[in-house]
């Protein structure tokens, strides 16, 4: 889901609003941020 979200913001400048949940831990999810500017 994140990997298709990703690719909609084609020129755009997300902020990411995390509430600091287990999923925000997962390196893979960390990756996919990092590898977007994000």
Request: charged letters at 15%; glycine letters at 10%; hydrophobic letters at 40%.
């Amino acid at each position: 889901m994140m990997k298709q979200a990703v690719a909609r913001l084609a020129g755009a400048k997300p902020i990411l609003h995390s509430d600091q949940g287990w999923q925000y831990q997962m390196i893979g999810y960390q990756n996919i941020l990092r590898e977007n500017g994000i």
